[in-house]
T-cell receptor, first 113, second 117 residues
Framework: AQSVSQHNHHVILSEAASLELGCNYS??????LFWYVQYPGQHLQLLLK??????LVKGIKGFEAEFIKSKFSFNLRKPSVQWSDTAEYFC???????????FGKGTRLHILP | NAGVTQTPKFQVLKTGQSMTLQCAQD?????MSWYRQDPGMGLRLIHY???????DQGEVPNGYNVSRSTTEDFPLRLLSAAPSQTSVYFC????????????????FGPGTRLTVL
């Protein structure tokens, strides 16, 4: 069965710091990979996704993620965070066999102004 | 387009009661799914559907039933509510049922906050 692991449960950074949130998945077949964000009081929105091709994908608000197939990883990065990036971030994996989409437990990011 | 709508927004049930959480989308999406969100647990997939008439179990299906008689609607039924089902429930939809195609971004509804006493 597929699973998704997000290593950091709670991250606190100062504004302008660089961000990297880890995501690893376990599934032997072909996958699509996603990062979603949930701002306080709101529902989930897509940040970016890996579908195929270039393993470095760019999303909204300056976020990017790199798919490293050999490491089963899809880490999220941003070079300089802002206070408005305070939110919960979820990694998700969709396998191409039964189309099940599984989420990680989330990382709560708190940016200090 | 209204997108993904969920009703009710809030609900309180007593143990043993049954109810249906409604989910509808007006984007003609093939794929729909139900998740529950609990603190520290992320989103866990309850059931999903790749098209009308087709449903399948997710990670935590016990205690829940679904049906997909139309493309637009995907109701979630709690058969006999238990306190362990206290949670926030999210419905989501995406354009393509078959993964590997570009239209598989999930659009989430606003959620239903359910409390079971």
């Amino acid at each position: 069965a597929q699973s998704v692991s997000q290593h950091n449960h709670h991250v606190i950074l100062s504004e302008a710091a660089s961000l990297e949130l880890g995501c690893n998945y376990s599934y032997g077949g072909t996958v699509n990979l996603f990062w979603y964000v949930q701002y306080p009081g709101q529902h989930l929105q897509l940040l970016l996704k890996y579908f195929s091709g270039d393993p470095l994908v760019k999303g909204i608000k300056g976020f990017e993620a790199e798919f490293i197939k050999s490491k089963f990883s899809f880490n999220l990065r941003k070079p300089s965070v802002q206070w408005s990036d305070t939110a919960e971030y979820f990694c998700a994996v969709r396998n191409r066999r039964d189309d099940k989409i599984i989420f990680g437990k989330g990382t709560r990011l708190h940016i200090l102004p | 387009n209204a997108g993904v709508t969920q009703t009710p927004k809030f609900q309180v049930l007593k143990t043993g009661q049954s109810m249906t959480l409604q989910c509808a989308q007006d984007m003609n999406h093939e794929y729909m799914s139900w998740y529950r969100q609990d603190p520290g647990m992320g989103l866990r997939l309850i059931h999903y559907s790749v098209g009308a008439g087709i449903t399948d179990q997710g990670e935590v299906p016990n205690g829940y039933n679904v049906s997909r008689s139309t493309t637009e609607d995907f109701p979630l039924r709690l058969l006999s509510a238990a306190p362990s089902q206290t949670s926030v429930y999210f419905c989501a939809s995406s354009e393509q049922a078959t993964s590997g195609r570009a239209g598989d971004t999930q659009y989430f509804g606003p959620g239903t906050r359910l409390t079971v006493l």
